[in-house]
């Protein structure tokens, strides 16, 4: 799945890997003037919502749209080294804030220039009503904990209405992309998938993550359906699509503390609720980079 209100726009009221290799990976063992400078990539810019921005992973560096110098933007510009570099991603981003300011932060696409040439976008999740999905789904856990009422809730009308809300979102992430070529002509264009938040085999977590038994699967579903949606925008547009949920899967919010890369509603680690916490942002950064480097050889 991708973001909550209690992971976004909640969160905009409240408040290893252990594995050496991928600090390796993602620069983090290596000072970063160190790293040879990526010619193709001389001015990258990173436009996107909460999962991208790293709400309440220190250190945080605007207030306004909890964002991260922990975050995979911030992390593969570390590998990379651009000449330049705009992170613009911010919580609560839908893609209307592509085209319009939210609070303090510009329009994302204004970051993007002729100069550009890395661009990673990561946005749809609350396009979709990512924040309203979790409320209602805890909320309807209460009537039938052990069965699915949440999967009945959005079935109702005998249409999936969050299968709907995808498709729905479609042609924004075609617009989006759109704008994002126009703008910055010479970029290579990255769409970011959202990682894997629920147990891959579908089996729940309750009370530890607050949704009734039956309905795990289908919100793990249902985040496997928007990140299909978004790779098949991507290959349209002509743009590279990265695979976050594969790397993840084993690392959701149901699993202990020590090895979760997605916080539960309650977090135990600095990290919004339901959202990568740091190693959560390293892992997506090994995602984009090994990418990247597979495009180059």
Known sequence: MAHTSTGTHTVRHTAVLAAA??????GSAVPAAAQPRHARY????????????????????DSNCLRSDHNYPSLTAARLRPAAFADVSCSGATTAEMWQA???NPPQLDALTRRTTLVTVQIGGNDIGFGSIIRTCAGLAATDPTGSPCTKYYNSGGTDQLQQN?????????????????RAPRAR???VGYPDLMPEDGIGCRPAVPFADGDFAYLRDT???????????ARAAHATYVDTYTATIGHDMCKAPADRWIEPLTPASPAAPAH??????Q???AAVLDRLSCLRH
């Open 166 to 182: 995808i498709q729905l979102t479609a042609p924004k992430i075609a617009a989006v992309l759109d704008a994002v070529h126009h």
């Open 189 to 191: 264009v990255v769409v």
């Open 21 to 26: 290799a991928l600090a390796l990976t993602i």
């Open 283 to 285: 892992a997506m950064a």
């Open 276 to 281: 990568p916490n740091a190693l959560g942002e």
């Open 42 to 61: 001389e001015s990258y810019a990173a436009l996107g919502d909460s999962y991208a921005s790293g709400p309440l992973i220190p250190t945080q560096v």
């Open 102 to 104: 939210q609070g303090t």
């Open 223 to 233: 985040g496997k359906r928007l990140n299909a949606m978004l790779s098949l925008q």
